[in-house]
């Protein structure tokens, strides 16, 4: 795929036609592009005890044939070719309609974030490892030994009594 992250784009079909942005993200397998404000949708996410239900917009992805590099001379869309740069010697991006190099630019991850993900998650620090249910309610001979309620008769020796009364509302 010619298109790269950071290129500016112009959509050329669609709801969005005629609406420039940045691409934010370009996923090779499935040849489509996300770019930034364009193709907006809602996700609406359910309550939960700890949070109540919200509407999430973020981009959706699109189909790289809907987009258009812009050139950087004229502002208009031009499609993308290559050529071997006379200093470099290395194949350089440029734009068809005035032959400017386009350059492959990595978005920051600052711009990234603020670009307006849909995935909210908190990153807290490492977790504390818990302790099994059955050490803390002092079951097994592990229980015992680190610092559990001890008896005196020993986890096997204990027992417990039951009585039965004579009969029903004794």
């Not at 239900?53 to 981009?59: L, S, T």
């Not at 050139?71 to 991006?93: A, F, L, S």
Request: hydrophobic share 30%; no cysteine.
């Amino acid at each position: 795929m010619r298109l790269s992250q950071g290129d500016t784009v112009i959509v050329i079909t669609g709801k969005d036609k005629g609406k420039k942005g940045t691409i934010m993200r370009v996923l090779h397998n499935e040849n489509r592009v996300i770019v930034s404000g364009i193709n907006m949708a809602t996700k609406h996410v359910k309550k939960t005890p700890q949070m109540a239900g919200k509407k999430v917009r973020f981009e959706a992805s699109m189909h790289a044939s809907n987009v258009m590099v812009v050139d950087p001379k004229t502002g208009k869309p031009t499609r993308i070719g290559y050529q071997v740069d006379r200093e470099t010697g290395k194949k350089v991006r440029i734009a068809k309609k005035s032959g400017s190099v386009l350059a492959r630019t990595k978005l920051p991850k600052k711009v990234k974030e603020a670009a307006g993900t849909a995935k909210e998650v908190k990153k807290e620090g490492p977790k504390e490892k818990k302790s099994p249910f059955w050490k803390k309610v002092g079951f097994g001979a592990e229980a015992m030994s680190e610092g559990g309620q001890k008896t005196e008769a020993g986890p096997a020796q204990a027992t417990v009594t039951h009585t039965r009364s004579a009969g029903r509302g004794s």
